[in-house]
Nanobody, 115 residues
């Protein structure tokens, strides 16, 4: 069974940093395509960053230069390092992977950026 568990969210001041983690099981992590998404109140879920099988990364324009996605295959964990956080980054952040034709999501972790 595929399971994704996010952690690391919380309350942070503008300009601060957080590191989110996504612990994965039930997949071949080293070759799994994974990504981070977020959903703010009243808005659609949007892609934040992806890290495909080949290891290259891609980012939404709104987070380029501030967020970094990475994977630790030994720990079966994907990370999202978030720096220079802005109030508009406030959202529930979700980890996602794809197996065959099915998407799998974590439960989400709340990130609130407020002074």
């Amino acid at each position: 069974q595929v399971q994704l568990v996010e952690s690391g969210g919380g309350l942070v001041q503008p300009g601060g940093s957080l590191r989110l983690s996504c612990a994965a099981s039930g997949i071949i992590f080293s070759i799994a395509a994974m990504g981070w998404y977020r959903q703010a109140p009243g808005k659609q879920r949007e892609l934040v960053a992806t890290i495909p099988t080949g290891g290259s990364t891609d980012y939404a324009d709104s987070v380029k230069g501030r967020f970094t996605v990475s994977k630790d295959n030994a720990k079966n964990t994907m990370y999202l390092q978030m720096n220079s956080l802005k109030p508009e980054d406030t959202a529930v952040y979700y980890c996602k992977t794809r197996r065959a034709w099915t998407d799998y999501w974590g439960q989400g972790t709340q990130v609130t950026v407020s002074s």
